[in-house]
Each structure stands twice: as C-alpha cells, then as structure tokens.
C-alpha cells in the first residue's frame, strides 16, 4: 500500500498541471458524470464551465496535498 501511495503522489506530481487542464481530447459534448461516453445532460452539466466548482476544487488540492505529505513521509 505504500508502494501504490507513493506512486499516486509521483503522479499527481509530475501531471498535476494537465490533469487541472482537463483533457483536451475529450469531446464537451459528452457527460463527465458517467464513464460510459453519455451525453452531457446541458441542464446540469454546462459545455465550458469547471466540472468542479471552485470550493470541490480547493477542496480536491487539499487532500491531494495531504496525501502527498503522507506520501513524502
């Protein structure tokens, strides 16, 4: 387990920037929601906006920071 920690904080280290990015070869008509290629419901899911708001955001880059100290340790 801490072989696998280790390398989610390598990762996350050397692709943080990209992975904020989100992927550009994603087609925005398709849903984030789902892992299944669905359509994005345009109700919920705005073509261009953030697929996490900015506090889900913060939020995410704190524990991804927590883990990675863990992971340093």
Do not use: C
């Not at 387990?1 to 087609?27: H, T, V």
């Not at 398709?30 to 955001?57: D, M, T, V, W």
Request: glycine fraction near 6%; aromatic fraction near 12%.
């Amino acid at each position: 387990m801490e072989r696998f920690q280790s390398e989610i904080g390598l990762f996350i280290e050397k692709w943080e920037g990209l992975l904020e990015q989100g992927d550009p070869y994603y087609n925005p008509n398709l849903s984030l929601q789902s892992a299944l290629y669905s359509p994005r419901n345009i109700k919920y899911e705005k073509i261009g906006e953030p697929y996490f708001n900015r506090e889900e955001r913060e939020r995410l880059k704190k524990h991804l920071s927590e883990t990675d100290d863990i992971v340093k340790s």
